[in-house]
């Protein structure tokens, strides 16, 4: 009997392999950041939006967290925080929605500039995850995962954003993945 392990050597349990689709868009200072310009960097990505009642300011500070014991353990990752509301969602708003956070933008990226159905593919088809902005309100429903990118682009795992994120869970697998 021969028994072979084929294909995974990931230093992830369970990979949740995700391809991220290929994108461009305008970060809180006007620049592009793309897929590509993320190639060879591990990242973490969430969904917000600025004018969010309830989630959001939740998720950005427990993000903000990670951005701390990133600095602390010295890990050179990046953050991508994906607006769910571009149309409302310009550059500067982003950077006001950032301000009371002590957010550093060395390594954290807010991104908008796309339009709301764009987004909405986008999240489903790369991050398998609703965005849904009804026409009756002016608060957008969307997923509240925080997830772990690879250096090829592959979303490799999922995180509670919201209620009790495992800070310490994260870091270590950003580790193991920056170790590859």
Known sequence: M??????????IKNPLNYEVQSFSFKNQD???VSLESLKGDVWIANFIFTSCETVCPPMTAHMKE??????EEDINAKIISFSVDPETDTPDKLKEFAAPYSITF???SFLTGYTQKEIENFAMESFKT?????SNSDQVLH???FYLIDQNGVVMK????????PYDQIIEDMKALLSE
């Open 2 to 11: 021969i028994i072979s392990a084929c294909g995974n050597t990931s230093p």
């Open 30 to 32: 006007g620049q592009n």
């Open 66 to 71: 990670i951005q701390n014991r990133m600095k």
């Open 106 to 108: 060395d390594n954290w």
């Open 130 to 134: 609703i965005v849904q902005k009804p």
């Open 143 to 145: 997923g509240t995962s």
């Open 158 to 165: 999922d995180y509670s954003g919201v209620e009790n994120p």
